[in-house]
């Protein structure tokens, strides 16, 4: 009989990090579990740790792969997963002993298609930081479309794109065929852009249980050229992503994706601004984000002068760095 839950963890060189997590994955009582757990090629001694808490618990299945990213790790778990719900979690974060009991009777209660979970973050001591919620303006009492939730969360400038807080029904999923995007970071964006259009009913439970561990180590914080190219590059992914959700979209469904176009689009440009970017990699990237015709997407998501002079500032910038890139 297939579970109740299938938690997908993907693991990459998470060792000083992994007893704590998978320790807080077994300690989940509530619905039948099955817990799938990625290695996507650690040099480490994660693999070990991992193949020493699965011959503590059967509920543990091991995947092994060459590295491939997080995307191509969590996609391998969807591909295993046989629950009828489906959480995440990352293989340095922590799960408050009940969350998926207390997700699964919710979402099952009020014949959800996704909750919407919410977490704190940390660094070293998750004990301290309890109380600290990330999300604090969902409509927590409310069941919505993910449309309507879209517009909602981009309206109060809270749409939480992180896969790690969705407790999600997996027939939608797989019925949607939404999988991560394998050429990209900031693959959670279009994911959940994904998710809203597909669901029908979303709710919000309120209580932070999941435990975000904020790594300075990780690809989002590193100033290495070659992680900031990549991030400024998803970033132009994104928005080519977000038009093409939009297309084909009801007006009040293409403004919010035009807004978060916006949004994404000023960390784009303090990544060009003040990364680690030379002026050859600086001017080709400007190139594609005009020929994009991005700063279009973003003057339609513009609904007050400040985000009309992002706009603007954004396209100026691209010019001044595009010629300056083709001067000899």
């Known amino acids: 009989m297939p579970p109740d839950v ?12 992994l007893d704590e997590s998978l320790s807080s994955a077994r300690a989940q009582e509530g619905p039948s579990l099955e817990i799938i757990i990625i290695d996507d090629g650690s040099t480490d001694a994660s693999l070990e740790k991992i193949k020493a808490h699965a011959a503590l618990d059967p509920r543990i299945v091991v995947i092994t792969q060459a590295n491939q990213g997080v995307s191509a790790a969590r996609n391998a778990g969807l591909d295993r997963a046989s629950g009828k719900w489906l959480a995440f ?37 998750i004990q301290t930081l309890l109380d600290e919620a990330i999300l604090r303006r969902q409509p927590w009492d409310s069941i919505l479309t993910g449309p309507a939730w879209m517009m909602h969360a981009v309206k109060v400038k809270e749409w939480p794109h992180y896969v790690w807080m969705q407790f999600c029904r997996r027939s939608v999923i797989e019925e949607a065929n939404i999988r991560f995007r394998r050429d990209m970071i900031h693959e959670d964006v279009p994911w959940t852009v994904q998710l809203a259009l597909a669901i029908k009913r979303i709710g919000f439970s309120q209580p932070p249980r ?60 303090g990544l060009m601004r003040k990364g680690n970017v030379s002026p050859a990699d600086r001017s080709q990237f400007a190139a594609q984000f005009l020929a994009a015709r991005i ?34």
Request: charged share 25%; proline share 5%.
């Open 6 to 17: 299938s938690l997908i963890i993907p693991v990459f060189n998470n060792e000083a990090f």
């Open 295 to 328: 700063a279009g997407q973003m003057l339609k998501g513009a609904s007050n002068y400040r985000e009309l002079a992002a706009t603007f500032k954004a396209w100026y910038l691209c010019h001044i760095w595009k010629r300056r890139g083709a001067q000899p």
């Open 210 to 269: 999941y435990g975000y561990r904020r790594n300075r180590a990780s690809l989002t914080q590193s100033r290495d050229p070659d992680k900031v190219r990549h991030r400024i590059a998803s970033y132009l992914k994104v928005a080519a992503l977000m038009k093409e959700f939009a297309h084909g979209q009801p007006p009040a469904v293409r403004r919010p994706l035009r807004k978060q176009t916006l949004r994404e689009m000023g960390h784009f440009l």
């Open 89 to 125: 979690l990352d293989g340095d974060d922590w799960l408050a002993p009940g969350s998926l009991a207390a997700w699964h009777q919710q979402a099952e209660r009020d014949h959800l298609d996704c909750l919407m979970c919410n977490g704190f973050s940390f660094e070293k001591d």
